[in-house]
């Protein structure tokens, strides 16, 4: 490994303008969000029936964080992340009838229906999961990370955890490792204002989360989490940060979850007026709808066309889901052990 080089200065860049982006690419960011959000509808609903047990954490609100951040990705880049995992796992490309059957405890899932909503992993698709534990995916990722540098690739890791999990100490003891190895990580804070039913502004001095990398010399910059080409525009700085050999780099996503901290949460710690005046205002995938039609990049009937197709796609994966078999009693007794 090389020489490890003074570390980069801690202060956020300035802000750059959003990129240019072809109707083609404002469509599919509409339909990738969409799909998160009718698949994590669907996933209420199923939980709702007692098909999905356990906890089940929905990602809906956030859908702009992780699609704007896998647009900034390339292949063979690698991503982990918390309980709060659908969505990243259908932006990175897993199928969502493997996602759907884990969710609902079938042999079909992506880990054979025996992790659920928070455990499901896709090897194919550089997903480590789905991590139940608060902040434990944080060292996971800068461990992935490491792997790259070690190997002289060019690859990047992201890192996702929540507001609660950054005030967590493994955080900060993996950011010291991280700076001090210059690893390819970019740690993505999905701040989205309350950590299970604790708003950030109860539970934290701080101004910013991004700046408390500053005793560690990682620089970083805090991000509109509601505007997909936002936070585009943001991790396509971070990646070529990491990329370019220069260490660390941490995004703050300042997001909104509709829903409570999982299904069991009745969010009664926030008014239903701040929930909807989000939802009226600043809906991420309302914006890019809004921006389709106003420049005339996508008629009525193509949106309803999509949302259509994403629905077809969401009740596929239900009825999968529905008609894989439960796990054999045997399957309590494989991937327990690995012969080294």
């Not at 505007?227 to 300042?254: F, S, T, W």
Request: hydrophobic fraction near 35%.
């Amino acid at each position: 490994m090389a020489t490890r080089k003074p570390a980069a200065a801690a202060t956020a860049d300035a802000p750059a303008a959003k990129p240019n982006v072809s109707p083609d690419e404002l469509k599919r960011y509409y339909r990738e969000m969409l799909l998160i959000r009718r698949f994590e509808e669907k996933a209420g609903q199923l939980y709702g029936m007692g098909l999905i047990g356990g906890f089940c954490h929905l990602y809906i609100g956030q859908e702009a964080v992780v699609v704007g951040l896998e647009a900034a990705a390339s292949e063979g880049d690698k991503r982990i992340t918390s309980y709060r995992d659908h969505g990243h796992m259908l932006a990175c490309g897993m199928d969502p009838k493997g996602v759907m059957a884990e969710l609902t405890g079938r042999e079909g899932g992506y880990s054979r229906g025996k992790g659920g909503s928070m455990h499901m992993f896709s090897k194919e698709k550089h997903f480590y999961g789905g991590h139940g534990i608060v902040a434990a995916q944080v060292p996971l990722g800068a461990g992935l990370a490491f792997a790259d540098r070690y190997l002289g690739n060019d690859r990047v890791t992201f890192a996702y955890f929540g507001d609660g999990a950054a005030n967590q100490g493994q955080v900060y003891e993996t950011y010291n490792m991280a700076e001090l190895w210059d690893l390819p990580v970019i740690f993505v804070i999905e701040n989205n204002q309350y950590a299970m039913g604790t708003s950030v502004k109860r539970s934290t001095k701080s101004t910013t989360l991004y700046g408390r990398g500053l005793a560690y010399g990682i620089p970083g910059e805090e991000v509109d989490g509601m505007d997909v080409l936002a936070v585009k525009a943001a991790g396509e700085r971070a990646v070529a940060h990491c990329r370019a050999g220069k260490g660390p780099y941490i995004l703050e996503v300042k997001t909104y979850r509709y829903r409570g901290h999982s299904m069991s949460d009745p969010a009664k710690y926030r008014t239903r007026e701040e929930v909807q005046k989000m939802r009226d205002e600043r809906d991420p995938i309302e914006q890019v709808r809004a921006m389709l039609l106003t420049g005339k990049h996508a008629s009525e009937d193509e949106l309803k066309a999509i949302d259509k197709e994403i629905k077809d796609i969401v009740n596929d994966a239900a009825e999968f889901a529905k008609d894989s078999p439960e796990p054999a009693l045997s399957e309590l007794w494989t991937d327990i052990l690995a012969d080294a």
